[in-house]
């Protein structure tokens, strides 16, 4: 807990200190928990949560070495359904072969703990200072509330699926004394969460709209995307609410659904395709987006589109001007063949060549040919920037992490479970998607094994398979075409000849944070 206790510790310090001791703010953020003499001080140290050097913004962004891609996608190629084809960091070689344990991904699993408690730290200070706030209205208040709850909330969320029990601190450090915290239950650390993201629901006044339509900012739908997620989880493993929680989630996601803010799904237009839009950035802010990370080409760029060419791709490109700017293009993410068998290559919009996926590359020539680079291996293209590819080597693209297609799906699972009919959530996602839309079938299991296909198909690259693997104990199995049943996670061939068994469910704790607090023992069962 040694960066937590240091941050916490150091908030102290900026709390306690004279005014005058800082005599000038940076213009976009100041350290976390310095007074807030104004609603500009306090505004400042919430925009801090958003920071991608802490919490989910550096679990999901290319934080590292680039030839690992984000923290995200070692669960991806954990989960068997992507690969890492340079994979040069052993941490990866290790989740991909089911060899991990709590020597060999100590440091790697200790910058993950130690980011997210340092996020936990931030949120934890800003609400008790603001609690405390006299000088700030109430009405000012109550969004940096909302949003700090909702950044612990999600802070947990990532620790308690990765880890299991986990230390539950809602308050800041005001001494040393009792800082090795003990884990908490897994059931303490759910209905935290619950309470935090329902406080930012219900009382943290946050705008009703998309988060692009909020200057960027997260708003009521993004907490209620994520309740209802949260209640999906809780009613699945591993505490198996279930009914109760799947009704919450249904609620949940049936309020933002109901909800006259804006939020939309996106869809085709003249010859511009709703998949396209996930990739242009022009449509970065657009109404189906609830959560995504924010990137500048000018001031802090996104690493992504260096993962959409494959390594062999020759530069410059020859009898042409074009040379891409990057210096190196690399394959950390790298679809599996059960995830690309899931989609029918002709009837799914989605699995047409450049729409979620690129299989080849094509130029004019100088000679005026129109000519074709075979890739190796399908690459994503959402990510794919042209610009930054090809002349800038910067991105603005944003990154998305939860958007309305997540709240349909998740409302089709929960309907389905509790008997009702999925089809009103389910239907527009699939006649979105396809040329010709699937016929739903008439049995629940058949429905929940479609509705889970559709997560995977639909919601790939965003980081849901090795938590949907977790929540549920199911693994997809494809036959040849292209249906989608699911068997017993424990026990499953992972793809690579190594099978699943309850040790993978959770991750082992870092070494390093259990020598310094022993109360974190005992370690997760298998390590």
Not at 16 to 34: D, G, H, W
Not at 328 to 335: E, G, I, R
Not at 393 to 421: H, T
Not at 487 to 500: L, T
Request: charged residues 15%; proline residues 6%; contains cysteine.
């Amino acid at each position: 807990m040694k960066n937590l206790v240091i941050t916490g510790l150091f908030a102290i310090l900026l709390l306690s200190s004279c005014t005058k001791f800082l005599q000038e703010s940076p213009r976009s953020a100041i350290p976390v928990n310095a007074y807030f003499s104004s609603v500009q001080e306090a505004t400042s140290a919430v925009n801090w949560l958003y920071d991608k050097s802490q919490g989910p913004g550096k679990f999901l962004s290319i934080y590292g070495f680039l030839y690992d891609g984000s923290a995200n996608f070692t669960l991806d190629n954990f989960s068997g359904m992507t690969n890492n084809v340079v994979a040069q960091n052993p941490a990866i070689r290790y989740y991909t072969t089911l060899t991990q344990t709590a020597d060999n991904q100590d440091s790697y699993l200790d910058g993950l703990w130690s980011g997210f408690y340092s996020s936990i730290a931030s949120a934890n200070s800003i609400i008790a200072a603001l609690n405390a706030n006299s000088k700030i209205s109430a009405s000012d208040k109550a969004p940096l509330l909302g949003t700090a709850h909702f950044f612990r909330a999600l802070d947990y969320y990532y620790l308690v699926r990765m880890w299991g029990a986990v230390p539950l601190i809602l308050t800041p450090y005001t001494s040393v004394k009792n800082v090795n915290a003990p884990r908490a239950s897994v059931d303490s650390v759910y209905n935290a969460i619950v309470n935090d993201l329902t406080w930012a629901k219900d009382s943290g006044n946050l705008a009703d709209k998309p988060m692009g339509s909020n200057g960027n900012k997260i708003s009521k739908g993004t907490v209620e995307c994520v309740l209802a997620e949260v209640y999906l989880t809780m009613a699945g493993y591993p505490l198996q609410k279930g009914q109760p929680a799947y009704q919450n989630a249904l609620t949940t996601a049936q309020e933002l659904l109901g909800s006259s803010g804006g939020y939309a799904l996106f869809q085709s237009s003249g010859n511009v395709t709703a998949f396209d839009k996930f990739r242009l950035t022009s449509y970065d802010q657009g109404s189906a987006y609830l959560y995504f990370l924010e990137f500048n080409s000018a001031i802090q760029q996104s690493a992504f589109p260096e993962y959409t060419l494959p390594n062999t791709f020759p530069n410059p490109i020859p009898n042409t001007n074009l040379k891409v700017q990057y210096t190196l293009v690399t394959n950390p993410w790298v679809p599996s063949a059960t995830l690309l068998n899931m989609y029918d290559s002709t009837n799914d919009i989605r699995r047409h060549d450049h729409q979620y996926y690129a299989s080849d590359f094509s130029y004019v020539n100088t000679s005026g040919t129109l000519t074709t680079i075979k890739f190796p291996n399908p690459l994503p293209y959402i990510w794919y920037d042209s610009t930054a590819l090809f002349s800038t080597a910067a991105s603005g693209k944003y990154l998305s992490v939860y958007r309305m297609d997540d709240v349909y799906l998740i409302a089709a699972e929960a309907a389905n479970a509790l008997g009702q009919d999925p089809s009103p959530y389910l239907e527009p996602i699939l006649d979105r998607a396809y040329v010709n839309p699937p016929a739903i079938p008439s049995d629940q299991t058949g429905r929940r094994n479609l509705i889970l296909a559709e997560r995977y198909r639909e919601l790939t690259m965003e980081g849901h398979f090795w938590f949907d693997m977790v929540r549920t104990r199911l693994y997809p199995d494809v036959s040849s075409n292209h249906q989608v049943s699911f068997s017993n996670f424990i026990g499953h061939n992972n793809g690579r000849g190594q099978q699943f068994t309850e040790k993978d469910l959770l991750l082992p704790l870092p070494v390093t944070e259990m020598q310094r607090d022993p109360n974190l023992r005992p370690q997760n069962p298998g390590y």
